[in-house]
C-alpha cells in the first residue's frame, strides 16, 4: 500500500500559484522582522529535576507582538549544543515542558512557542480589518501583509532568529520539527532560513496545496469555504492572498535535509496535498508513509525514528 501510494503521488506537481511578486513580499517580510529587536527573556522556571533547566522565554515578532513558551535544556553541559525548534499544532498550546523532553535526554535544547491567538500565552492583537469569521484563517484575509498566516510564518521565522541568539546554543545544528500545522510552519522556515536549517522533521503537514484543501474542505481550511459562502465576490482576492502561504511555492528555497511523514488515512491534512511540496524540495529528503493511520500520523514510532535519523546525523556531522 505504501509503494502504491508512492507511485500515485510521486508526480502530483499542481501547478504553482505564487504571483508576480512573491520573492519580494517574503524578502520584504523577512527585512521588517529583522527591524524588529529580539528583546529575548530567559526567566528559570522551577522544574522538580536535577538534569534539566527549564526556562520561561519570550521574545518581539511581527507587529511587535510578544512570544511566549519553553526553552528548555540539559543542566550537564560542555559546549553548545543543538536546538529543536518545535512547531504547534492547530490551537495546542506549549503545554508542559515534558512534553518536550525526548530531545533533550538526548542532550540538545527545545525552543518552543505559543502560536499567536491559539488559547495560549500569546496574544495577537495587531488589529485586522472587517469581514472576518471567527476562525483563525479568515483573519485579515483579503490583505496579504497583514493576513494571519503571515503572522504565523513570520514568527516561525522568529523562533530560529531567537535560537541562534541563545548562548548556550551551536548554531551549525539548528533543527526544526512539527507537527500539522507545526509542519507546515517547519516547511515555512526551512524555506525562509534556507541554509540556517541543519534539518527539518515535517509530520503530516498543512497549508500545502491550499486550492485544493479549500476546495475539498479539509481541516483548517474549511473556514475559508464558510468565508467564501458568505462572500463569493471575495474569491479571486481570496485566493491571490493563499498564494503566499503555500508551501508548495516555497518548497525550491529549502536547503537542509527534510524528513517528512503522512498518513494514508489522514482527513485533515490529506497525503495528496503535502505531495505538491513534497516533490518540489531540491535538497535531500525522506518520506515516511503511514498507510493505515489518521491525522495522528506515525506517534510514538516517528518519534522514535525521528529521535534515531537526528543522533545519527548530528553525531556524523561531529566526527567529520
Same mark, same amino acid.
Given at each position: 500500500m505504501i509503494e502504491e501510494l508512492q507511485d500515485q503521488l510521486k508526480n502530483y506537481t499542481p501547478e504553482l500559484t505564487k504571483l508576480v511578486d512573491f520573492d519580494l513580499f517574503w524578502e520584504q517580510t523577512k527585512q521588517e522582522l529583522k527591524g524588529i529587536p529580539l528583546n529575548i527573556r530567559c526567566d528559570?522556571?522551577?522544574?522538580?529535576?536535577?538534569?534539566?533547566?527549564?526556562?520561561?522565554?519570550?521574545?518581539?515578532?511581527?507587529?511587535?507582538?510578544?512570544?511566549?513558551?519553553?526553552?528548555?535544556?540539559?543542566?550537564?553541559?560542555?559546549?553548545?549544543?543543538?536546538?529543536?525548534?518545535?512547531?504547534?499544532?492547530?490551537?495546542?498550546?506549549?503545554?508542559?515542558?515534558?512534553?518536550?523532553?525526548?530531545?533533550?535526554?538526548?542532550?540538545? &535544547?527545545?525552543?518552543?512557542? $505559543? =502560536?499567536?491567538?491559539?488559547?495560549?500565552?500569546? #496574544?495577537?492583537?495587531?488589529?485586522?480589518? @472587517?469581514?472576518?469569521?471567527?476562525?483563525?484563517?479568515?483573519?485579515?484575509?483579503?490583505?496579504?501583509?497583514?493576513?494571519?498566516?503571515?503572522?504565523?510564518?513570520?514568527?516561525?521565522?522568529?523562533?530560529?532568529?531567537? &535560537?541562534?541568539?541563545?548562548? $548556550? =546554543?551551536?548554531?551549525?545544528?539548528?533543527?526544526? #520539527?512539527?507537527?500539522?500545522?507545526?509542519? @507546515?510552519?517547519?516547511?515555512?522556515?526551512?524555506?525562509?532560513?534556507?541554509?540556517?536549517?541543519?534539518?527539518?522533521?515535517?509530520?503530516?503537514?498543512?497549508?500545502?496545496d491550499v486550492f485544493q484543501r479549500i476546495k475539498e474542505e479539509k481541516g483548517s481550511f474549511s473556514g475559508i469555504a464558510d468565508y467564501l459562502r458568505l462572500y463569493p465576490d471575495d474569491l479571486e482576492q481570496v485566493m491571490n492572498v493563499q498564494t503566499y502561504f503555500d508551501t508548495m511555492n516555497m518548497a525550491e528555497w529549502i536547503k537542509c535535509p527534510v524528513v517528512a511523514s503522512v498518513a494514508g488515512k489522514d482527513q485533515v491534512c490529506p497525503a495528496k496535498n503535502y505531495f505538491a511540496t513534497y516533490n518540489r524540495i531540491k535538497s535531500q529528503k525522506e518520506l515516511f508513509i503511514y498507510p493505515y493511520n489518521g491525522h495522528e500520523g506515525g506517534g510514538e514510532t516517528h518519534i522514535l525514528k525521528k529521535m534515531h535519523i537526528l543522533f545519527e546525523r548530528i553525531s556524523y556531522h561531529v566526527k567529520k
Open positions: 528559570l522556571s522551577a522544574y522538580p529535576s536535577s538534569e534539566i533547566e527549564v526556562y520561561n522565554i519570550s521574545c518581539q515578532s511581527l507587529f511587535n507582538e510578544t512570544l511566549r513558551g519553553w526553552y528548555i535544556l540539559p543542566k550537564q553541559r560542555k559546549q553548545k549544543i543543538p536546538c529543536v525548534i518545535e512547531y504547534r499544532g492547530f490551537m495546542s498550546r506549549v503545554g508542559q515542558p515534558m512534553q518536550y523532553l525526548n530531545w533533550v535526554t538526548m542532550g540538545y &535544547a527545545v525552543l518552543v512557542l $505559543d =502560536i499567536r491567538g491559539q488559547g495560549g500565552q500569546t #496574544s495577537d492583537t495587531h488589529p485586522y480589518p @472587517a469581514p472576518y469569521l471567527p476562525h483563525l484563517l479568515t483573519h485579515g484575509l483579503l490583505d496579504q501583509t497583514i493576513y494571519y498566516q503571515r503572522r504565523l510564518f513570520a514568527d516561525a521565522l522568529r523562533a530560529v532568529d531567537v &535560537a541562534e541568539a541563545l548562548p $548556550d =546554543i551551536d548554531n551549525r545544528y539548528i533543527v526544526l #520539527s512539527g507537527i500539522s500545522q507545526g509542519g @507546515a510552519l517547519a516547511m515555512a522556515a526551512a524555506s525562509l532560513a534556507g541554509e540556517r536549517i541543519f534539518m527539518t522533521f515535517a509530520d503530516v503537514p498543512s497549508s500545502s
